[in-house]
């Protein structure tokens, strides 16, 4: 595909359910990001990979976030035991080099996830 | 990270140039300015960046201040298609993480 993209676009889950949260990255990128972004509020982040290693999961608020690029191009973002502070919109985005200090980043449209 | 500090808003007519500045008083010597946007129900998108010296694309301008304590990135002439939340974000040059550390940004409304 020409962008990034994830799926589902949207997913309404029940308190306690888990729930996973697909990313298709721009083919040959080699960085991948994960981000939540809560109403009003910009992107915060959760992880990066740096083809299938994950180098930085700082932001991951509990240990019931998981995420995987397992053969370092489709990445998966796992949420167990969803609760309703996890509704939030989950975006992904990559970038082609592994330094991305002097390259663009690339977003999905993200996944709004909604727990009730 | 260093810190950016922009306005919450600002408003702007269809077809005039738009002004969004940014602080960055903290910036060290390598670290890079970059712009994203956020249009609504679409994730951020790249606009521009850079380390010292002015820069051009097809979508803006980044004006670099001589001590690089604030930058302004210029649309000049805004479209409704630009109104979106204005993100300044400073990337570490130093090895520290990849990672875009998102404010809460300009948002910009555009009159027709």
């Known amino acids: 595909g020409a962008g990034v993209s994830q799926s589902p676009r949207y997913k309404v889950a029940k308190r306690g359910q888990d729930v996973a949260l697909r990313c298709d990255p721009i083919?040959?990128?080699?960085?991948l990001f994960w981000y939540q972004q809560a109403l009003g509020q910009g992107p915060e982040f959760l992880t990066y990979?740096?083809?299938?290693?994950?180098?930085?999961k700082s932001g991951l608020p509990s240990d019931r976030f998981f995420a995987e690029r397992p053969e370092g191009s489709v990445s998966t973002l796992k949420i167990q035991r969803t609760q309703q502070e996890d509704s939030a919109v989950y975006l992904c985005a990559s970038s082609i080099s592994s330094r991305t200090l002097n390259t663009e980043a690339f977003f999905g449209q993200g996944t709004r996830l909604t727990v009730v | 990270d260093a810190k950016t500090t922009q306005p919450n808003s600002m408003e702007s007519n269809e077809e005039e140039p738009v002004h969004l500045p940014c602080n960055h008083s903290t910036i060290s010597g390598t670290d890079y300015i970059h712009w994203y946007r956020q249009l609504p129900s679409q994730g951020p998108e790249y606009v521009i960046h850079?380390?010292?010296s002015n820069v051009n694309n097809r979508m803006a301008s980044l004006a670099i201040a001589e001590d690089r304590k604030s930058s302004t990135l210029i649309l000049h002439r805004a479209t409704l298609r630009d109104a979106a939340v204005y993100y300044c974000?400073?990337?570490?040059?130093?090895?520290?993480?990849?990672?875009?550390?998102f404010g809460k940004g300009t948002k910009l409304t555009v009159n027709p």
């Open positions: 083919s040959g990128h080699v960085s």
């Open positions: 990979f740096q083809n299938e290693a994950q180098l930085d």
């Open positions: 974000i400073l990337r570490d040059g130093q090895g520290g993480s990849e990672k875009l550390v």
């Open positions: 850079g380390l010292t």
